[in-house]
């Protein structure tokens, strides 16, 4: 195996995000009508209560927690807790749906030079939140070496490998 200092474990993506829940049906239900994620065959094998679905490149596998009355009961909206977070094409249409399903939100905005993210949060049925964002108007900048990128656009090999340095020498005749 290639030795690849910015990517050990040569990762290529992010596959999916497991979460506790109280009702797999309550929880798939909001999964497929508020963020239009669709069920998926579940391995036969597996012995316990659970859900597979699929939407926007990535899956969500609802487990259904065997002490339910144990999960927290989180009733404010948090921006600064755990979250997966969604970009959208219109943050003005996912606002208008959010009301019209009467899911309650939080609005917030990031500024950095003169770019502007527009982000919504709310939770799904068991408290975990989720944000939906336009946080591909905020270009990717490396730390250290790279380039600039689109977070739409990324490529985890193409960010963490050094990018060349191109440099210009000037040969001065006499």
């Known amino acids: 195996m290639k030795e690849n200092a910015g990517n050990p474990l040569h990762l290529t993506s992010l596959n999916h995000v497991s979460l506790l829940c109280r009702s ?5 239900n909001f999964y497929q009508k508020v963020l239009g994620f669709f069920p998926i065959r579940r391995p036969e094998s597996l012995n316990f209560e659970g859900a597979w679905l699929f939407g ?3 899956g969500i596998h609802l487990l ?3 002490e339910p009355e144990k999960l927290p009961n989180k009733t404010a909206i ?3 807790d755990n979250h997966i977070s969604f970009q959208c094409e ?5 606002e208008k749906k959010l009301e019209e399903m ?3 939100y939080v609005r917030s905005t990031v500024e950095e030079v003169g770019i502007q ?4 949060f709310f939770h799904d049925p068991d408290g975990f939140m989720i944000e939906i964002c336009n946080c591909d108007s905020l270009p990717i900048v490396p730390l250290v070496g790279g380039m600039v990128r689109s ?3 990324v490529k985890l090999h193409q960010m963490v490998q050094p990018q060349p340095q191109t440099q210009i020498h000037q040969v001065v005749h006499p």
Request: with cysteine; aromatic share 0%; hydrophobic share 30%.
């Open 151 to 153: 977070c739409s656009r």
């Open 64 to 66: 259904r927690s065997s």
């Open 90 to 94: 219109s943050m003005g249409a996912v």
């Open 56 to 58: 926007h490149g990535i």
């Open 117 to 120: 993210v527009d982000q919504l």
């Open 78 to 80: 948090n921006p600064k």
């Open 102 to 104: 009467e899911i309650e």
């Open 24 to 28: 797999i049906e309550e929880s798939m």
